[in-house]
């Protein structure tokens, strides 16, 4: 059993970064790492997420704003957050999905993300 470990949410002005970073309990090797969020009364969406070789998707409108990375040899896998607005207040969520049957997926508790003046 993985656990999935999120860190660095919190309140911040619009316009304003932050970085969050998820630590897994083991190899990451086998799976694809994410991040998803959601917002109060919304369905939870994908944010960003990263293959073991790097390759990152994003949702599209979050393009540009922010950037998944991971570093397999820490197990780790960050999200760099910048020109936060309003709506971009959510929890966030750390995700791994395996990529080698059976297919195991993996969520963290969330860390909350606010965004206001």
């Known amino acids: 059993q993985v656990q999935l470990v999120e860190s660095g949410g919190g309140m911040v002005q619009p316009g304003g970064s932050l970085r969050l970073s998820c630590a897994a309990s083991g190899s990451m090797s086998s799976f694809r790492m994410g991040w998803y969020r959601q917002a109060p009364g919304q369905q939870r969406e994908v944010v960003a997420t990263?293959?073991?070789?790097?390759?990152?998707n994003y949702q599209e409108s979050l393009r540009g704003r922010f950037t998944g990375s991971r570093h397999n040899g820490r197990n780790t896998n960050d999200l760099e957050m910048n020109n936060l607005q309003p709506e971009d207040t959510a929890i966030y969520y750390c995700?791994?999905?395996?990529?080698?049957?059976?297919?195991?997926?993996?969520w963290g508790q969330g860390t909350k993300v606010a965004v206001s003046s």
């Open positions: 990263v293959t073991s070789g790097g390759l990152t």
């Open positions: 995700t791994a999905r395996g990529v080698v049957a059976p297919v195991l997926n993996y």
